[in-house]
T-cell receptor, first 114, second 113 residues
Framework: DTGVSQNPRHKITKRGQNVTFRCDPI?????LYWYRQTLGQGPEFLTY????????KSRLLSDRFSAERPKGSFSTLEIQRTEQGDSAMYLC????????????FGPGTRLTVT | QQQVKQSPQSLIVQKGGISIINCAYE??????FPWYQQFPGKGPALLIA?????SEKKEGRFTISFNKSAKQFSLHIMDSQPGDSATYFC????????????FGTGTKLQVIP
């Protein structure tokens, strides 16, 4: 168990470009979450996967955002036509099966849109 | 709509003192209240959590107090240490749902020697 990993850790992109982030949850964790955290704020829920099924999406997830978890293991979050307002820390978290509610967070990917 | 309100925004405490952070929630469906600790450049890490069937939970130097009728809960850090300097987030969630949590805005704690 090496914890939740996220790549890249930092991404600088120009406005209008597309970016993709990857999250590898703790192995055998079937529930996976994406959050966005802006400076001085708490993380905000973006979307939730149970295995490969995307079961909930926040209104924060505009049409430019898409998330996938094709094999129920790692997940990707893509942002198309990035805007400066997309600059934030994107966090991934996972939970295992059973009645455990503890979300294990990754270190995040910090996106800067110039 | 901010469903979890947290105060203060920042806190400076002397080493050995007590740090107190307060949170209030609006959604009565919330039944899981975790506290997270976040260091710069790291993701949040669960510190301690409470369910509404108890009014207090203690783990080491960390204690959560919970007031269901007032819809308020607080974190007390006893004997605060410089290593406790971090940002603390309260959160609330619904255990029967997808276990997503709604975070407060955070409290930046600085413990000075």
């Amino acid at each position: 168990d090496t914890g939740v990993s996220q790549n890249p850790r930092h991404k600088i992109t120009k406005r209008g470009q597309n970016v993709t982030f990857r999250c590898d949850p703790i192995s055998e964790h079937n529930r996976l979450y994406w959050y966005r955290q802006t400076l001085g704020q708490g993380p905000e829920f973006l979307t939730y996967f149970q295995n490969e099924a995307q079961l909930e999406k926040s209104r924060l997830l505009s049409d430019r955002f898409s998330a996938e978890r094709p094999k129920g293991s790692f997940s990707t979050l893509e942002i198309q036509r990035t805007e400066q307002g997309d600059s934030a820390m994107y966090l991934c978290a996972s939970i295992g099966t059973g009645g455990n509610y503890e979300q294990y967070f990754g270190p995040g990917t910090r996106l800067t849109v110039t | 709509q901010q469903q979890v309100k947290q105060s203060p925004q920042s806190l400076i405490v002397q080493k050995g003192g007590i740090s107190i952070i307060n949170c209030a929630y609006e959604n009565t469906a919330f039944d899981y209240f975790p506290w997270y600790q976040q260091f710069p450049g790291k993701g949040p890490a669960l510190l301690i959590a409470i369910r509404p069937d108890v009014s207090e939970k203690k783990e080491g130097r960390f204690t959560i107090s919970f007031n269901k009728s007032a819809k308020q809960f607080s974190l007390h850090i006893m004997d605060s240490q410089p290593g406790d300097s971090a940002t603390y987030f309260c959160a609330a969630g619904v255990s029967g749902g997808y276990q997503k949590v709604t975070f407060g805005t955070g409290t930046k704690l600085q413990v000075i020697p």
